[in-house]
C-alpha cells in the first residue's frame, strides 16, 4: 500500500502573525515558517502504518513556492521516503491545489492521500474535500482515529456533537484532526538522512492546471481591537461587576 | 438568479444554526430558497417551510441520506445548483465536511466561514484563526459559502408558509458507509448556543478538578468549554474545545478560568460580548482581552466564586 501525504508551509503558529501596512496581506517576510500543524499529524499516521507493515511507502507532495521544500523535506525526516514538490507561486487556492494534487494522484496512484483537515494560513478547510470529490473517493475528514481493515478503513471523525464512526473504502482521502496521534521530531541523523532523499520538482503548469485565483483579495485587516478591561481585586468585587455593572449574571 | 440555503437538521428537528445561515443566506439574494435532505425528515422539512424568509422548500428524501454522508448528499445538490446563484450552508462540520465536494464539483473557488455579507459576491472572512480579517470577492459564475453561524442572527422561525417541493434522490455512493455516532447528551445549554460558557485550562491540573467549573456552570446555567491544552491533557472531552480547532463561541459571558489565552483559544472566544479571565499568572495573555481580569489562586478564587453566586439567588434559567 503507499500513501501520499500532502503537507503546506505555513506561518508558524506561534507567531503572531502582522497585517501588512498596505492591507495587501500579512508580513510573511522574515518570518518563521513550519508545516502546516494537522499536516504533521497527517505524515506522522502514514508513517507510522509503513512502520507496522501496512504500508509500503509513504509520498510527501507540497504545493508552492520554491522554499516549500523545507516543509517536504521535514517530512522525509520523520519518515516519508520520497517527496514531490509542484512550484506554484501567488495565492493558491484550494480549488487549485486539489486539481495539481489530482495530477500527482493520477501519477503516483497511492491507495490512501492524508492531509490536515484545515491549514492554519487561510483556514479554508477545503483541499481534502475537493480532491476527494474529483476523484470519486470516499472521504474521511477530521479524523482523529484510523484502523486499517484489509480494503477498508474505519475512521472515527470528530464532529460537532461528538464522535462519528464511518467505514470507507480504499482508495480514500483523510484528513486529519490534532488529536489523531502525536507527531515525532525529527532525529539529527534522520535529518541528515534525509538530505540524501530525492525530491522531484515539477511546475504547476507544466501539469496543465490553471492556478490563477477565481477570488479576489480587496483588503486584508487587523480585526478590531477590544478596549482593554480592568483588573479586579477579589471575587466579591469581580461578582459586583458582572451584576451590577456589565449586567450578565 | 436565487440563493439555494442547504438546511441542517437531525430528520425531526432543524438544527439551531440552519436559522442563522437563513440569515446569512438571504443577504446574498432575497430569493432564497431551502433544499433539506434526509431521510422521513418531513417534520424537519415543515419547519423549514415557515421561516418566513425561506420561499420554497425542496425536500429529498431516501434510506441512504439518513446519516448525512457527503458522498451521498453532493451529487444532489450540485444538480439543483444548475438553477441557482449561490449555494450557502453553515461553517459547521457538517457544512465543512460537504460543501468543498459541492464546490469542486461546480468547479468553484469557495469562499470558507464568512462572518459577514457585504454584497452577493463580496464578503468578510477571518483569516489566521481570526488574526486578520479578509475581505474577498468571488469571481465564480457560482458562489458557494459557507457561514459562521455565531456571527449571523437567526432568522424569524414561525409565521412562513412556503411551498414544500419534492427531488428526485440521487444514487447511493457505495464506498462510504456510516457506522455509528457518538453524541455527548447533556442537560446543559450547547456550547455553541449558550448565553454563559464557562471554560477551564491547563490551570485546573486534573480532570478531577473540572468539578469546580462544573459548580459554577450549574450556578449560571452555562455550557462548559475548555482550552486546547485542556483537552490534550486529557482532563475533558474534545467536545468542549473552544478555539481555532474547536468551536468558536460568542456567549454575553465567557468566564477563562486556569486559561493562558493562546492564540488559538482566543480565536474561539474573544467576540464573546463580557469576558471574565481569572489566573494566577499576571502576565497572561487572556487578560489583554479580558473586560474582568482577576489575578487569583483558581483553587481559592472559584470556591469563593460559587459562594458569591449563591448569594446572588438571581440566576436567569
Known sequence: MKILVAVKRVIDYNVQIRVKEDNTGVVTENVKMSTNPPDDNAIEEAVKIKESGKATEVVAVSVGEEKAQETVRKALAVGADRGILIKADGILEPLAVSKLLQKIVEKEKPDLVFMGKQAIDDDCNQTGQMLSAMLNWPQATFASKIEIKDKKLEVTREIDEGLETIEINIPAIVTCDLRLNEPRYASLPNIMKAKKKPIEQLNASDLGVDTSPRIEQIKVEEPPKRKAGIKVKSVAELVQKLKNEAKVI | MSVLLIAEHNNKE????????????????????????????????????????????????????????????????????????????????????????????????????????????????????????????????????????????????????????????????????????????????????????????????????????????????????????????????????????????????????????????????????????????????????????????????????????????????
Not at chain 2, 88 to 113: E, H, W, Y
Request: glycine share 6%; aromatic share 6%; with cysteine.
Open chain 2, 14 to 317: 432543524l438544527k439551531s444554526f440552519t436559522l442563522n445561515a437563513v440569515t446569512a443566506a438571504s443577504q446574498m439574494d432575497s430569493d432564497l430558497h431551502a433544499v433539506i435532505i434526509g431521510n422521513n425528515c418531513g417534520d424537519a422539512a415543515k419547519k423549514l417551510s415557515e421561516l418566513p424568509l425561506v420561499k420554497k422548500v425542496i425536500q429529498v428524501e431516501a434510506a441512504h441520506y439518513e446519516n448525512f454522508v457527503a458522498e451521498n448528499f453532493a451529487p444532489v445538490i450540485v444538480k439543483l445548483a444548475e438553477n441557482y446563484s449561490h449555494v450557502v450552508c453553515s461553517a459547521n462540520t457538517f457544512g465543512k465536511n460537504l460543501m468543498p465536494r459541492i464546490a469542486a464539483a461546480l468547479d468553484t473557488s469557495q469562499v470558507s466561514d464568512i462572518i459577514k455579507v457585504i454584497s452577493a459576491d463580496t464578503f468578510l472572512r477571518p483569516i489566521y484563526a481570526g488574526n486578520a480579517f479578509a475581505t474577498v470577492k468571488s469571481k465564480d459564475p457560482k458562489k458557494c459559502i459557507t457561514i459562521r453561524p455565531t456571527s449571523f442572527d437567526p432568522c424569524e422561525s414561525s409565521g412562513g408558509s412556503a411551498p414544500i417541493e419534492k427531488a428526485e434522490p440521487s444514487e447511493e455512493f457505495n464506498s462510504t458507509k456510516f457506522v455509528k455516532r457518538e453524541e455527548i447528551k447533556s442537560d446543559r445549554p450547547e456550547l455553541g448556543t449558550a448565553r454563559v460558557v464557562v471554560s477551564g485550562g491547563r490551570g485546573m491540573q486534573s480532570g478531577d478538578n473540572f468539578k469546580l467549573i462544573t459548580s459554577v456552570a450549574d450556578k449560571l446555567n452555562a455550557a462548559i468549554g475548555a482550552s486546547r491544552a485542556a483537552v490534550d491533557a486529557g482532563y475533558i472531552s474534545n467536545d468542549h474545545q473552544v478555539g481555532q480547532t474547536g468551536k468558536v463561541v460568542v456567549p454575553d459571558l465567557y468566564i477563562a478560568i486556569g486559561i493562558s489565552g493562546a492564540i488559538q483559544h482566543l480565536a474561539g472566544m474573544k467576540e464573546s460580548k463580557v469576558i471574565v479571565a481569572i489566573n494566577k499568572d499576571g502576565e497572561a495573555p487572556i487578560f489583554s482581552v479580558a473586560d474582568y481580569g482577576l489575578e487569583a489562586d483558581l483553587f481559592e478564587a472559584l470556591p469563593q466564586f460559587i459562594e458569591e453566586l449563591n448569594k446572588l439567588n438571581t440566576i436567569q434559567k
